[in-house]
């Protein structure tokens, strides 16, 4: 177990070399080690400056699987549940089976997605549990024994909400629409004309969920709220990440 201490030597060597890897050798630990602390403190920080502009009330966090994001949210935000992205989760689980008995397991898996209501999704996680472990795929079972809490945080909100809920395949479609219109670009003269053609992505598609076609909107996603959280004070949370 890495004290406080040694976590902060491991990043202070990082930002002088460089690289996970010379880090790495500095402090007698491994490049991964180092990638996780450094990807971490960013994702802390980042949350942390939501925190500090007024970001409150956040019930749930909907993001891939990463140990940044996830040390951030129970951090800074301590009150909201996360969401495993369930599209990023299929793929992982993909790249665990062999191609012929994928659409089997997907099936399967798929299937405990489409229930309708909280009780009937656990009760059908169980039963594909016992279905895989039947037919010898018991490293699939324990894949989604480990990932159950994370995959179905969703169940805990209102049903109608779950299909919007579940991943963030938005997000990443918005991601691949600046990827695509940047890389038609090319070439940047500078940061300032990346971020006016970012902003200028993001402003469209604001005005297109406004107006045309809204993913969500404000009465949707107060509806779907099911506490009401306190508002936290950001310093103990940016003290906590920055250590």
Excluded at 107 to 121: H, K, N, P, Y
Excluded at 138 to 157: E, K, R, T
Aim: proline share 3%.
């Amino acid at each position: 177990m890495l004290t406080v201490r040694k976590k902060m030597e491991i990043r202070e060597a990082y930002q002088e070399v460089g690289t996970y890897r010379r880090a790495a050798e500095s402090r007698a630990t491994t490049p991964k080690t180092v990638k996780r602390l450094v990807e971490g403190a960013k994702s802390g920080q980042r949350s942390c400056s939501l925190v500090a502009r007024g970001l409150s009330g956040v019930e749930l966090v909907i993001s891939v699987a990463h140990g940044g994001i996830e040390a951030a949210i129970a951090t800074v935000l301590a009150y909201a549940s996360w969401q495993r992205c369930g599209t990023q989760f299929m793929a992982n689980l993909a790249s665990r089976v062999q191609r012929g008995n994928w659409p089997m397991i997907a099936a399967l898996v798929r299937s405990i997605f489409e229930q309708s209501d909280e009780e009937a999704t656990w009760s059908k996680l169980g039963e594909v549990i016992d279905k895989v472990t039947t037919a010898g795929f018991n490293d699939v079972a324990v894949y989604l024994i480990d990932a159950a809490d994370d995959i179905l945080a969703f169940g805990s909100f209102a049903t109608e909400h779950w299909p919007k809920i579940r991943s963030n395949n938005p997000q990443e479609r918005l991601n691949k629409e600046i990827c695509r219109r940047t890389d038609v670009v090319g070439i940047f003269p500078n940061r300032q004309a990346v971020i006016r053609l970012g902003g200028a992505i993001l402003a469209e598609q604001t005005d297109e969920w406004a107006i045309a076609k809204r993913y969500m909107s404000a009465e949707w996603l107060e509806a779907g709220r099911i506490h009401d959280l306190p508002v936290c004070d950001p310093k103990p949370a940016m003290e906590a990440a920055a250590g």
